[in-house]
């Protein structure tokens, strides 16, 4: 099994935005990895390659944006990871579909579809799971603009391992200095 610092570096070369380490007493979290919706896939290729499986995704609406979280596993229950997309187009949200790879996930898929509006593309049966598909009212579950907390005052997404340079999701969040101090990549 691959140790958490292993898995930092295996999601930065997937593309990741920044790697944080929640607090596991809150979150159950051994380590979160933020990519941009073209990297998910990639990264949970990787994390069924290494005996992974998919729990469950969960969608919330962030005054930032849709924040996706993609929990894995182990069996043995070695290492709880997490992987989270944060789209920012209210509009017309879409992320690539996992159903390909973990073919649990098209039911949490459509689940977010149906609640949130979230396209999953590639999904191979993206239709409503519990609302009537006729139905002309807009996703229940998205939040008028005054009710969205923003995911900066939470604080939950933990201290970061590293990050791109200017990645700021929450302040508590910031970019580790490079090797000599420059500011760009770098981290543990």
Do not use: C
């Not at 999701?169 to 770098?186: M, Q």
Request: hydrophobic letters at 45%; charged letters at 25%; a negative charge.
């Amino acid at each position: 099994m691959m140790t958490p610092d292993a898995w930092r570096d295996a999601f930065k070369e997937a593309g990741a935005l920044a790697v944080t380490r929640p607090d596991p007493k809150r979150t159950g979290l051994a380590l979160s990895a933020h990519l941009p919706p073209e990297a998910l896939a990639a990264a949970a290729e990787r994390l069924k390659a290494e005996g992974y499986s998919l729990l469950f995704i969960t969608t919330a609406d962030f005054a930032e944006g849709f924040l996706l979280t993609y929990v894995f596993d182990t069996f043995d229950g070695h290492l709880r990871l997490a992987l989270r997309v944060l789209l920012k187009d209210r509009a017309s949200p879409e992320v690539p579909s996992l159903a390909a790879i973990y073919q649990g996930a098209e039911w949490h898929e459509r689940e977010s579809y149906d609640f949130y509006g979230v396209a999953f593309a590639g999904n191979p049966n993206l239709v409503p799971i519990l609302l009537p598909g006729d139905d002309p009212i807009p996703p229940p579950h998205r939040k008028s603009e005054a009710a969205r907390a923003s995911i900066r005052k939470l604080g939950f997404l933990g201290d970061a391992e590293w990050s791109v340079p200017d990645w700021e999701l929450a302040p508590e969040v910031k970019p580790a200095a490079g090797p000599a101090g420059d500011g760009k990549e770098g981290g543990k």
